[in-house]
């Protein structure tokens, strides 16, 4: 593995979404690493989608090295209400912090993507050679547009001005969980929904659960920790190594588990944990979304073996890892979402 020399534990790094679930994670793992100079902003004080105060803010903070982590996220309920949000927010963010990174010559350049840019319809495990092959998932068509957008625009600042080097790297996750996750009943993705509803009907001795769709669906879940410290090792990396790998075709990079269970798995770990032992059912007026939703991982290995040692990634640290979230969730890390539920227009 060849490491970046250009990068030094004296870097300025900044941090856009650094409260959010994979946001609060790299900050918690670049500051295990010994990185000294991470630089947050919160977006009460500093609007993502407002260019000119963005612009103010690079050239006050003179950043080397970006990470983007903030994104209008939701599931599939927001997704099909708020189209407009997804789409409009998502690509009016990164337009403006890739764009500005270019403009202030920062060396590395971190997107948060997301494993919907993948096309619907797809049997096995998804390569990063198979973006754009077929049809988007119409449950967040539009979410999945913006980062496409986003990756693309990545991969075309890599081709024509670094000779295809990927100083701009997009990552593609899969279903993230952990610590600072979304538990709104509008906007929270599966796992978190999952979790909140076992909470709650435990706490309220209620006698079943109503689960969204069928069950069957297939994802893969990695623990925000573990998708933090893979996201470091891959920005850690020299931009020759990676090109070595990926021959200047792409400038994206999946990282996961390689491993998918379907949802009635999931529920099945999670009522376990819980100890409710009321009765399960699924709805099937909800829909169920794609069936399969898995990464091929087979490059992230090449770069990077030791960010798929499997004591990270089996079922067991799985299992484990969602145990710790289920025991520190309360009733006020729910109200707190629930305070600010709403979608406005951007102004």
């Known amino acids: 593995m060849s490491l970046n020399l250009n990068i030094s534990k004296k870097d300025k790094i900044v941090i856009f979404g650094h409260k959010g679930l994979i946001g609060s994670a790299i900050v918690e793992e670049l500051k295990h690493r ?69 403009k202030f010559n920062c060396k590395k350049l971190i997107f948060l993507g997301s494993s919907c840019v993948y096309p619907k319809l797809w049997k096995r495990p998804f390569r990063e050679e198979d973006l754009s ?27 024509q001005y670094n ?21 709104s009943s ?66 994206h990079i999946n990282i996961g588990s390689g491993k998918d269970y379907p949802i009635n ?6 009522k376990k944990i819980s100890g409710f032992d009321g009765k399960i059912e699924y709805d099937q007026n909800y829909p169920d979304g794609v069936k399969r939703k898995v990464l091929n991982i087979n490059l992230l290995k090449k770069l990077s073996p030791k960010s798929v040692d499997k004591n990270i990634i089996n079922r067991k640290n799985l299992v484990a890892n969602i145990e710790k979230i289920y025991k520190s969730l309360n009733d006020e890390k729910f109200e707190k979402f629930e305070k600010n539920n709403t979608f406005n227009l951007p102004v």
């Not at 076992?198 to 573990?226: C, V």
């Not at 798995?265 to 999670?270: D, E």
């Open 265 to 270: 798995t999931i529920v099945s770990i999670i």
């Open 34 to 102: 010994d990185y000294k100079n991470l630089i947050t902003i919160d977006k009460k004080k500093l609007n993502l989608l407002n260019y000119e105060n963005l612009k103010k803010f690079f050239k006050l903070k003179k950043p080397n090295i970006i990470i983007i982590a903030a994104a209008r996220v939701g599931g599939i309920h927001a997704n099909n209400i708020y189209p407009f949000n997804f789409l409009y927010e998502n690509t009016v963010i990164q337009n403006n912090i890739i764009s500005l990174s270019v």
């Open 133 to 159: 092959l077929g049809k988007l998932e119409k449950t967040n068509e539009y979410y999945a547009i913006a980062k496409i957008s986003g990756l693309k625009l990545c991969e075309a600042y890599n081709n």
């Open 186 to 251: 509008q906007n929270s993705h599966v796992l978190a929904a999952l979790l909140k509803k076992f909470y709650l009907a435990k706490k309220r001795n209620l006698k079943k659960i109503s689960i969204w769709g069928t069950g069957r669906p297939r994802r893969e879940f990695l623990y925000s920790i573990d998708a933090a410290n893979m996201i470091i090792d891959i920005m850690e990396l020299s931009e020759k190594y990676i090109l070595k790998y990926t021959k200047g075709k792409f400038s």
């Open 163 to 183: 000779k295809k080097l990927p100083k701009f790297i997009t990552i593609i996750p899969p279903n993230l969980f952990g610590s600072n996750d979304n538990y």
